[in-house]
């Protein structure tokens, strides 16, 4: 696992680092590479090392790394120009295509099919998917967990019409969940082990038993609509 990390690492590295030339080559003095991150996948290692500053700095390069709370909100700042280089599992760019978003894929992690799961308070009477029919159910608009409640209501027959979709953020979701304002919550780690490790909170569905879903793979994508990358991307 932990020779896995370190070539996932180097990947990264050499991944961004292609970028950095990019800015660079597009950008004249302005040697700053920005990347957007979130709290899982290994771009987080890689701030928490410090490797990727290490290596550009012999090349007079800065970093700037900016956390967003999901993909969506990381691919509009993407899409605008506000930052070079991100992660984001695989379905928030396809969202994000469909809306017209130039995206260019660089590199992809292994699936983690048990990073994100449907969850329900301890106490619950819910007991599998098919229960979450006529449920008030939070998520996350747009991201992986939208898509892993999709598959998972196909499999067990419910339709999307059948449950209340309640759209919010990790963060108000979390508290939605803990005062019982919502049925279930669809998410992701860390906020799903926190979440367990907490609230006790019990997991009706994950990414390996939700058909057609194998759960977040992080996705680096530089944006090819920025104008420091523009010409490098030509």
Do not use: C
């Not at 550009?56 to 970093?63: E, H």
């Not at 279930?184 to 019990?202: K, L, M, N, S, Y």
């Not at 009706?204 to 939700?210: Q, V």
């Amino acid at each position: 696992m932990t020779r896995l990390i370190q070539r996932l690492l180097a990947s990264a590295v050499l991944s961004i680092s292609m970028v950095a030339a990019t800015v660079g080559a597009s950008y004249g003095q302005d040697k700053v590479v920005r990347i957007g991150f979130q709290k899982y996948g290994k771009l987080v290692l890689l701030k928490s090392k410090g490797t990727l500053e290490e290596k550009l700095k012999a090349a007079g390069y800065k970093v700037v790394w900016t956390e967003f709370p999901s993909g969506p909100p990381l691919l509009e700042a993407l899409n605008v120009g506000a930052i070079d280089f991100g992660n984001t599992g695989e379905a928030p760019p396809i969202f994000a295509q469909a809306a017209g978003a130039p995206i260019q894929y660089v590199a992809f992690e292994p699936p983690a099919p048990k990073g994100e799961a449907i969850l329900v308070p301890r106490g619950s009477k819910l007991t599998s998917v098919a229960d979450l029919r006529g449920k008030k159910v939070a998520l996350n608009k747009g991201s992986n967990v939208h898509y892993l409640l999709v598959k998972a209501l196909e499999k067990a027959g419910v339709k999307y019409s059948e449950i209340e979709a309640v759209f919010l953020a990790p963060a108000d979701a979390r508290a939605a969940f803990e005062r019982g304002a919502v049925d279930a919550w669809v998410i992701w780690d860390p906020f799903q082990a926190a979440a367990e490790a907490a609230t006790g909170a019990r997991t009706l569905a994950d990414g390996t038993s939700a058909r057609s879903m194998t759960g977040p793979r992080a996705i680096f994508m530089p944006s090819p609509t920025s104008s420091r990358l523009r010409s490098g991307f030509r």
